[in-house]
Each structure stands twice: as C-alpha cells, then as structure tokens.
C-alpha cells in the first residue's frame, strides 16, 4: 500500500496487483481524480494518505477519502449522516451502507460540471467537523441466523468470542451469513470463519 500522495496519482493505492500497470483504475480516472484533488485543496482541506488514498482532513477530522474502480471513480464522505445534500448527488456505496455517502463520477467532464456543488458539499462538512459535530448513535441490532444461533448454542467458545466482538464486527458475519440462500451454505460459512472469530476478526478481514 502507498504512503506518498504523489503515488496515488501517478501509480494507484498499491493494494491490488494492477499497481501501477494500465489497468490500474486509478491510472484510468487520473485526470478526474485530480480534479477533485483541486476542489479539496481550494477548500482548505489537509491532504494526507489513508489506507492506501488521498484522504483530506479538517479541524482533525477525517472529511473525504477519494477512490477509484473500473467503472467509476468517487468521493466518499465520512459522518454522511449529517450531511443534508440538497442537490441529491449523494448515493449509498452499497445496500448494507445506511446513508448516502458518496459523490459518484462515470465521466471526468463530471467533476468540473459539478465543482461548484462539490465545494459546498465540502464546505458543510467542514463545519460540522469545526464544530466537532458527529451523527448521533444508531442502534442496528440485526436478528441473528439461525444456522448462527446454533452454533453458538452448540459452541461456549465460539459464543463467548462473538459475544467479544464489536457490533460492526458482528454485524458483518450477520450480513455475509444473511447473503446465502441456502441453510447448509450459511452452515459451512460458519465452520470455515470460527478460527477468524475466535481471533476476534470481522468477516471480510484478513
């Protein structure tokens, strides 16, 4: 993974083998990308280097990360919940993502046509993040599986280390289960994340 901001842009995050080589997604979008690179950085923004991205930072928090895929690139808010988005641009990253949270671009021309609406976007962040404003707590307490509910029955160990787990954490073995079909899938999943449990790790990580 990069550490340098100048990296990003010239060879990509580093954390996929397409690093620096043409299919890199942040090769593709390069000229898009620093286009948003501009707009932070008229807006006062810090930029910095977060897991892999530019990350731009106000008042000691965290405002937006900037990302790229082969279909689109991106600008992604943290603390979405507060933001009003009048003009409706924001969209949800993906069904399990509880706020729209993201500007999405298909078209480099996209970001110069929105620049204006952008800034403003960046800007209410900006305040909240000044006022050390955060989006109130929400309960999302998700209905265990019942392949899940069995095993944990079945297994003290398995059930004390889930039991340790952070909500976030849980939550995401809760949604990876709900996404099989079929009970003796979620049954296998089980078995093969008990080790990544016991070690207190969330599903998707390593």
């Known amino acids: 993974m990069i550490t340098e901001i ?9 954390r996929c083998d397409r690093f620096d080589t043409a299919a890199c997604s942040a090769r593709r979008w390069h000229d898009g990308l620093l286009g948003l690179r501009r707009v932070c950085l008229d807006a006062g923004l810090e930029e910095t280097v977060k897991w892999g991205h530019p990350c731009y930072t106000h008042a000691d928090r965290n405002i937006v990360v900037l990302g790229a895929f082969r279909a689109d690139f991106r600008m992604s808010f943290f603390n979405a919940a507060l933001m009003t988005d009048p003009e409706g641009v924001l969209t ?3 069904p399990n993502t509880r706020h729209p949270d993201m500007i999405r671009f298909t078209e480099t021309a996209q970001v110069a046509r929105h620049a204006d609406t952008i800034l403003a976007y960046l800007r209410e962040a900006m305040g909240y993040a000044a006022a050390g404003l955060r989006p109130p707590k929400e309960d999302s307490v998700l209905p265990l599986p019942a392949e899940l509910s069995e095993a944990l029955d079945a297994d003290p160990e398995l059930s004390a280390a889930f039991s340790a787990l952070t909500p976030g954490r849980q939550k995401s073995y809760v949604i990876n289960l709900n996404g099989a079909k079929q009970a ?3 049954t296998r999943r089980i078995h093969k994340f008990r080790d990544r449990i016991i070690a207190g790790k969330g599903a998707q990580e390593r």
């Open 92 to 94: 949800r990253q993906g």
């Open 6 to 14: 100048e990296d990003f842009f010239a060879k990509g995050c580093g």
């Open 184 to 186: 003796a899938t979620r």
